[in-house]
């Protein structure tokens, strides 16, 4: 997980970068608007990456003409001090990728996108995606990617054990645990350390129990609940049974140093096939379903492209927008980045592939989390409890109540 840092001296070089470049739409070369958008090393592969929206634009400003497209590619690290540093100087692009949790931080400086967008590009995203976006009843992004964190299993791990089915609830889980335990592994993992984020983490049990992070308004926390109480005891008892990694409740090493690089974990909720697959081989994932307790949920991430309202010529970023993340545009972009679509018109991007293949039949049964200006700051003070509680330092009742006293105040 990343780490948020003070504005560093690379936040302040990239957003030195773009004023020179001119961000905005304006007069570009040969009295041209042009329009700028910042993204992020969304395909792994820089040059793949680079490609992708060299060839985008290109094939825009050959029915656009009159329109130049400026597409600056920066790192993940420091990339919300960078956007909120040109934002406040006028300096921020026309487009921008954003994924939810950042949309209610800007949304003051976001553009809806609903306009830019004809019925057909509207009524052709899934539900859930349109909701990972959408705040006050206005979509604040145009949706061009989107995951399903599953939980995955360790075929290998399984065979030796002797189990021939896989888990598929909370109870499966633990029924198993002392089977996997007797033979020396972990029957899953939960990475406690405070700097993991709750959205792959806790989170998931918490939806699964029924319960959520906000209340309906957003303007208190749940997570102290019946279901609160209940997901962060399940918790509690994999890790009180000796059912995973303790170390890993207060350290965060690279994968390769934790028993899962060493093929000693039977399942896992919050890593990717990508990540493992080195170490698991990608004949040995098995992909199962979300975990089952009150309801099927998991963590799966929305990536979307918003406008700012600082934009000089909104209608030229509008069709730039609504062009790259157009069904063709967004179906090429998911599967050089392996992400899934967020389009029904798509269909299935990966239908031929045992791994990705069934990830993608749970995005539907994926859910980015609350769309809360503060909901990364009630992560920092919940997530330290949880730990606490797992730790056996605090009750589980004493621990998220103590989170929501803290969360109070950040909530006004």
Request: with cysteine.
């Amino acid at each position: 997980m990343r780490v948020r840092k003070s504005l560093s001296a690379v936040a302040v070089a990239l957003v030195a970068a773009l004023a020179a470049t001119g961000c905005g739409s304006d007069s570009g070369e040969s009295g041209k608007t042009t329009v700028t958008m910042w993204t992020y090393p969304v395909i792994f592969d820089e040059v793949k990456h680079r490609a992708h929206w060299d060839e985008t634009a290109k094939a825009f400003q050959a029915a656009n003409p009159d329109i130049l497209i400026k597409t600056e590619i920066f790192p993940w690290a420091n990339r919300d001090q960078a956007l909120a540093t040109a934002i406040a100087g006028n300096k921020g692009p026309d487009v921008v990728y954003l994924i939810p949790d950042q949309l209610p931080k800007y949304a003051r400086n976001i553009e809806p996108v609903d306009k830019y967008l004809d019925d057909a590009a509207r009524a052709d995203y899934l539900p859930n995606v349109v909701q990972a976006v959408t705040i006050d009843g206005k979509m604040m992004g145009a949706p061009v990617l989107t995951s399903a964190v599953t939980p995955i299993c360790n075929k290998k791990v399984f065979a030796d054990v002797g189990q021939t089915t896989y888990p598929s609830s909370w109870n499966d889980l633990l029924t198993m645990a002392p089977k996997f335990k007797a033979k020396g592994y972990d029957m899953t993992t939960y990475a406690g350390d405070a700097k993991n984020t709750l959205n792959q983490t806790f989170y998931p049990l918490l939806w699964q129990a029924g319960g959520d992070v906000f209340s309906p308004d957003g303007k208190s926390v749940a997570f102290n609940s019946d279901a609160g109480r209940k997901a962060l005891g399940f918790a509690k008892q994999l890790v009180d049974g000796g059912y995973v990694d303790k170390s890993l409740l207060t350290t965060l090493p690279p994968i390769e140093q934790t028993r899962i690089a060493q093929n000693k974990v039977a399942c896992v909720w919050h890593v990717l096939p990508a990540e493992i697959e080195k170490f698991w081989g990608k004949e040995n994932i098995q992909v199962v379903p979300h975990f089952t307790e009150t309801k099927q949920i998991g963590y799966g991430t929305v990536g979307s492209l918003s406008m700012l309202k600082n934009s000089k010529n909104k209608e030229a970023a509008g069709k730039w927008l609504a062009f790259a993340a157009n069904a063709e545009n967004t179906k090429k972009y998911d599967i050089a980045a392996s992400f899934f679509s967020p389009r029904k018109s798509t269909g299935a991007l990966y239908a031929a592939d045992p791994v990705l293949g069934e990830q993608e039949k749970q995005v539907a049964n994926s859910t980015v989390g609350p769309l809360n200006e503060k909901a990364r700051d009630v992560q920092g003070v919940l997530a330290p409890e949880i730990q606490a509680a797992l730790l056996g330092k605090k009750s589980v009742e004493q621990a998220l109540d103590d989170a929501a006293k803290a969360a109070a105040p950040l909530l006004g």
